[in-house]
């Protein structure tokens, strides 16, 4: 079974001294510590809580790493049918009456 990469969650300047290259911030396992991989120095995995505040000082973490993130809820069953909209409440405009007593009154 091939090893699993950790995924890279963000980029971080390597901490080595003198170093200017930009190192990908990975994560161990199971919520583990952050390490780099530089591409000057390689893995870059000192034990200690002081190179995690460094990377966690420097890094620039890819936002929400869509891991362990739950479904997104399905959208709640609504009405099946959109409600239309009430309509205007005003009246009929009247049609044109011929008016009484015209020309044609005159013909019965
Ligand atoms: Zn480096």
């Keep these: 079974m091939p090893k699993p990469i950790n995924p890279t969650i963000g980029t971080c300047e390597c901490s080595m001294k003198g170093c200017t290259e930009i190192a990908d911030v990975r994560r161990m396992k199971n919520n583990g510590p952050l390490y780099l991989v530089c591409p000057e120095h390689g893995v870059i995995r000192p034990p200690g809580k002081a190179h995690q505040e460094y ?9 929400a790493p869509a891991l362990d993130e739950p479904d997104p809820e399905p ?5 099946p049918e959109p409600t239309p909209a009430p309509a205007p409440d005003d009246p009929e405009p009247e049609p044109a009456k011929p008016k009484n007593g015209g020309i044609f009154d005159d013909w019965f």
Aim: proline share 14%; glycine share 8%.
């Design 55 to 63: 990377i966690l000082s420097h890094a620039n973490l890819t936002p």
């Design 75 to 79: 959208a709640p069953a609504g009405d």
